[in-house]
């Protein structure tokens, strides 16, 4: 390509792309307050949360869960406050459930007897105490 053509080929794209660029400034103005605009509250978030350690977020609420707050950690992971903590009646059910459909290979007992011991405990509990959040 000769040096003219080059020219005349550089000078039309760069046009374009100038164009484009002016075309695309009120989004690019708008991202940049945007932009702005979150780190700033994520600073201040940051400085809000300086001394606290945010430990999980409830799966029923949305709330933080920080550090020495009542809640309660399901064992596949999922955090809940401690008022959308399940109460003991909620995890014998569970339980219940399980052991009558002989489905609890996944759960945390490693034979049907450690489950139905455990049943026993959680009734024992229940009728000695009421019903009971499991949050800790
Ligand atoms: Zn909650």
Redesign the pocket.
Known sequence: MEIAELKQQYIALKAKADAAWETAKPWREALDLALAEFHAITEEIDSLMDNQELVGT?E??R?PIFAGERCYHTTDGVD??A??APNASDALNQMQVALAEDDWADLEWDSREELEAAISQVQAAIASNGDYSLAT
Do not use: E, I, W
Request: glycine share 12%.
């Open positions: 409830c029923g609420c709330t809940l406050c008022d959308h």
